[in-house]
């Protein structure tokens, strides 16, 4: 696990863009994409490149990471509307290659099979892009998720839920989602963790120092053979 410690949010964001882009500018990329606020800098930095140094997703496919169940594709806050707002709407990455477990499927365990099996047939998801919740989760691989989950239904932490229930107002925060698994995510031929702010701290510590455990499910990333973290000063600031 290489583990960088920028200067500054917006040194983290430039930073990951930058191992995106190699990959990008190498050809037709399998990109894994999460939403939340920790990968937005890098986002908001590779639609920059996209619209002032020609860098194009033309090519590149997109699997999301998760996504909430009981929620259809195009409500306000499923994580695939997050990730058209956020990122694939301001680059030209067709949308038909922006794929997402569907949150509304009937049969959401048959979903989660197809959707792994999706990300296998395209050849594996080449650079996976991270975020990790204060508890150590990636994806919503919560902690005691196995170490080699497959894409699954998976309930919700009640501390996640609270996290999130400000993109809710006045609704519920599903209870249900549909998660890459830590075995799928371990499965990416390059991952790239991105952590902001002292609230990261303590997780960033067991997931680079702790032991591998299902207690901190980032911590499998320290058996990838190419997973990069990256970091600003505070979600740096208990590590050793
Ligand atoms: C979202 C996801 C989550 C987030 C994590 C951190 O697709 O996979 O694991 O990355 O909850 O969220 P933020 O970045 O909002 O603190």
Same mark, same amino acid.
């Given at each position: ?62 699997? #999301? ?34 794929? #997402? ?58 501390? #996640? ?80």
């Amino acid at each position: 696990m290489q583990v960088i410690i920028c200067e500054s949010p917006e040194q983290v964001g430039s930073r990951a863009a930058d191992i995106i882009e190699v990959r990008v500018r190498q050809g037709p990329a399998v990109l894994g994409l999460a939403t939340g606020s920790s990968p937005s800098g890098t986002y908001r930095e590779l639609i920059r490149r996209h619209r002032e140094e020609q860098l194009s997703f033309s090519d590149a496919t997109a699997f #999301t990471l998760d996504e909430y169940a009981g929620l259809p594709l195009d409500h306000d806050q499923s994580y695939h509307s997050t990730i058209r707002r956020e990122f694939v709407d301001h680059v030209d990455l067709p949308l038909s290659r922006l794929l #997402t477990p569907h949150g509304d499927a009937e049969d959401l365990r048959a979903e989660a099979v197809r959707y792994d099996e999706a990300i296998r047939e395209a050849g594996g998801v080449d650079i996976q892009i991270l975020g990790i919740g204060a508890n150590g989760h990636i994806g919503f691989n919560e902690p005691t998720s196995s170490l080699n989950s497959r894409t699954r239904v998976k309930t919700l932490a009640g501390a #996640t839920r609270s996290d999130n229930a400000r993109f809710f107002p006045g609704g519920e925060v599903p209870q249900l989602c549909l998660t890459q698994g830590l075995g799928t995510i371990r499965e990416a031929h390059q991952a790239v963790l991105v952590a902001l702010g002292a609230n990261k701290a303590g997780a960033v510590r067991a997931m680079v120092e702790g032991p591998v455990s299902a207690f901190c499910p980032a911590s499998v990333l320290q058996l990838h053979p190419r997973a990069v973290v990256v970091l600003d000063p505070e979600a740096a600031s208990q590590l050793q």
